[in-house]
């Protein structure tokens, strides 16, 4: 791969030499598309986003919804995500919701769109971005309730996170309550799913400063732990 990498930024470099204007070279665009995903397998981020960015230009004479185009967003979001620019990856995922949306008239009961919107949530959350994520994950849960999705649960509960973490403490209880119904609903009130839960509940109470309601609640919990997988696991 290294060798790879190598061939490719000198033959880019001899190409770009012997031709003055590359902003609708096609040819150039292929190079470079197989030079920026080696320099992604072997870690060189920079390097990607340099050419990423230089293959978005040329992407964009045909239009956003261009393959190729929409490949090179994601390339560059996950180059900028583990290289650490974490507000220009978030930009760069917000792009591919928006020609998404763009291009699909209706997603009310789209998981796909879904998906994208908690992979987005869950990059701002990592960062500290919570009402972005609060934001994402809240449009996930709309469409996951409309089509009852097993992750419906799941999600509320992260979405309860969020708020906690955004320092919304009685909003985060509220949905921290929500999720425990939905979670006994899904897998009955000894699943670990279900303790799991409580045990997020809990810890709303606790960061909302109502600690005798968090012990009880976390009391609740391990007992439930105790008698469904031992005091040994």
């Known amino acids: 791969l290294e060798n790879g990498c190598k061939y490719c ?3 880019l470099r001899i190409y770009k030499g012997m031709n003055e204007d590359i902003s609708q070279d096609t040819v150039y665009a292929y190079i470079g598309s197989l030079y920026a ?3 992604y397998q072997i870690g060189e ?3 990607a986003i340099n050419t990423g960015k230089e293959l978005l230009n040329i992407y964009h004479i045909y239009g956003e919804n261009d393959p190729h185009y929409i490949t090179t967003l994601s390339l560059l979001r996950d180059c900028c995500y583990l290289s650490g620019e974490k507000e220009q990856a978030c930009e760069y995922n917000k792009t591919s919701l928006r020609i998404y949306r763009e291009n699909h008239k209706d997603v009310s009961q789209d998981t796909v769109f879904a998906e994208m919107e ?3 949530a869950n990059m701002c959350y990592e960062f500290g971005y919570y009402k972005p994520a609060i934001e994402a994950t809240s449009h ?3 469409i996951y309730k409309s089509v009852t999705h097993p992750d419906y649960a799941h999600t509320l509960q992260n979405l309860a996170l969020f708020y906690d973490k955004d320092g919304q403490y009685k909003k985060a209880i509220q949905l921290g309550h929500e999720a425990l119904s939905a979670t006994e609903k899904r ?4 699943h670990i799913n279900y303790i799991i839960s409580l045990d997020h509940l809990a810890c709303y109470y606790g ?5 005798e309601k968090a012990i ?3 009391s609740k919990a391990l007992d439930l732990a105790e008698k469904s997988i031992g005091l040994r696991n």
Do not use: P, Q, R
């Open 9 to 11: 930024e000198h033959i």
């Open 37 to 39: 995903n080696l320099c």
């Open 45 to 47: 981020y920079k390097k």
């Open 118 to 120: 908690l992979e987005f």
């Open 140 to 142: 996930a849960l709309e």
């Open 187 to 190: 897998y009955g009130s000894t």
């Open 207 to 211: 960061d909302d400063k109502n600690h």
């Open 216 to 218: 009880n609640i976390c």
